[in-house]
């Protein structure tokens, strides 16, 4: 079985930065994309920023020149590196993980249980 675990959510005030942390566990052969999402109060789950295995990026408009993703792919983990916080960025934060558990079966999208950030005005 698959886990991913999320750390490093907490309060913070606009135009502060917080570091997210998502570590897989378990037995797994490898990991292809990760990425980031969040969900806000009411709204539906959005995209973040994602990263494939070879560290190619892609990020919303939104967090756009603000976050920045990236991964250590000896350890499984991926970073959402969060600065110039916005009010509007509060949300729960969840990672992803599109995971090859064997070599023989499709690959698996695994996701965190999600962590709160908080940006106070």
């Known amino acids: 079985q698959v886990q991913l675990v999320e750390s490093g959510g907490g309060l913070v005030q606009a135009g502060g930065s917080l570091r997210l942390s998502c570590a897989a566990s378990?037995?797994?052969?490898?990991?292809?994309?990760m990425g980031w999402y969040r969900q806000a109060p009411g709204n539906q789950r959005e995209l973040a920023a994602t990263?494939?295995?070879?560290?190619?990026?892609f990020y919303a408009d939104s967090v756009k020149g603000r976050f920045t993703i990236s991964r250590d792919n000896a350890k499984g983990t991926v970073y959402l590196q969060m600065n110039s916080l916005k009010p509007e960025d509060t949300a729960v934060y969840y990672c992803s993980a599109n995971t090859i558990v064997r070599l023989s079966d499709r690959p698996l999208e695994v996701w965190g249980q999600g962590t709160l950030v908080t940006v106070s005005s």
């Open positions: 378990g037995r797994f052969f490898g990991i292809n994309a």
């Open positions: 990263i494939t295995s070879g560290g190619r990026t």
